[in-house]
């Protein structure tokens, strides 16, 4: 139950990137075909974040530590720019028209599923 929870905050969070960010679209003919699309990327951007993530964070650690952690930013733009390019793969109709938007709608995500986290709470099923 919390791998859904986690996958719905996400589509969430990435759906309010797209209304906010100029450059990062989902594509769909209806709502229902946008949401599905959102879920799909959801899930990739997870398993992105869970696999290669922490191998950046200890590759570049001593980047973290010298801008005391703002390195951590540009490595979450550069994994929604991956995502981006990983949807595009798997024909999934979501794009990120390069590192900036990808830059700030990784801001959005992380903002807005934090908020959400707190909101709904850690479901420990």
């Keep these: 139950m919390r791998i859904l ?4 905050i996400t589509a969430v969070a990435l759906w309010i ?13 209806d709502t229902g075909r946008k949401a599905l699309a959102l879920v799909g ?3 990739v951007f997870g398993l992105v974040n869970a696999v290669i993530k922490p ?12 801008t005391l952690g703002l390195f951590g930013l540009v490595v979450n733009g550069l994994l929604m720019l991956l ?9 999934l109709p979501f794009h990120v028209d390069g590192f900036w938007p990808a830059f700030w709608g ?7 599923g934090w908020a959400l986290h707190l909101v709904l709470g850690d479901d420990d099923d």
Aim: with cysteine; net charge neutral.
């Design 5 to 8: 929870l986690k996958i719905g």
């Design 17 to 29: 990137a797209t209304v906010f960010i100029d450059g990062i679209t989902v594509g769909g003919d």
């Design 41 to 43: 990327v959801a899930v």
């Design 55 to 66: 191998i950046v964070k200890t590759l570049g650690c001593a980047f973290y530590i010298l």
């Design 83 to 91: 995502t981006s390019k990983l949807a595009e793969r798997l024909d």
């Design 106 to 112: 990784a801001i959005v995500v992380g903002v807005v």
